[in-house]
Nanobody, 115 residues
Framework: QVQLVESGGGLVQAGGSLRLSCAAS????????MGWYRQAPEKQRELVAV???????NYADSVKGRFTISRDNAKNTVDLEMSSLKPEDTAVYYC?????????WGQGTQVTVSS
């Protein structure tokens, strides 16, 4: 089964930028959608952004205009470019892949935005 490994998290000041990357252990072309979720302490995991095989994207209202998701099927990666970061963006960010009959999660990467 495919494994997803996230990288790029860290500590950044409010207003700063980070780029998260999700690398898959095999081809991602079979996944209908790939995306990023996040979970803050004591909160439910929420969708941040998703991108389909066809390149259609969808974003949470809270990140629209600040985050951009991209997908490279040749490199088997899905990236999340985050800018104008806010303290409320602090969370563990998880990569997610959805195939027809199953889903796969990465182990998560911490993003901390200081005020």
């Amino acid at each position: 089964q495919v494994q997803l490994v996230e990288s790029g998290g860290g500590l950044v000041q409010a207003g700063g930028s980070l780029r998260l990357s999700c690398a898959a252990s095999r081809s991602i072309s079979s996944f209908n959608a790939m995306g990023w979720y996040r979970q803050a302490p004591e909160k439910q995991r929420e969708l941040v952004a998703v991108i389909t095989t066809g390149g259609n994207t969808n974003y949470a209202d809270s990140v629209k205009g600040r985050f951009t998701i991209s997908r490279d099927n040749a490199k088997n990666t899905v990236d999340l470019e985050m800018s104008s970061l806010k303290p409320e963006d602090t969370a563990v960010y998880y990569c997610h892949a959805a195939a027809r009959y199953y889903v796969v999660w990465g182990q998560g990467t911490q993003v901390t935005v200081s005020s």
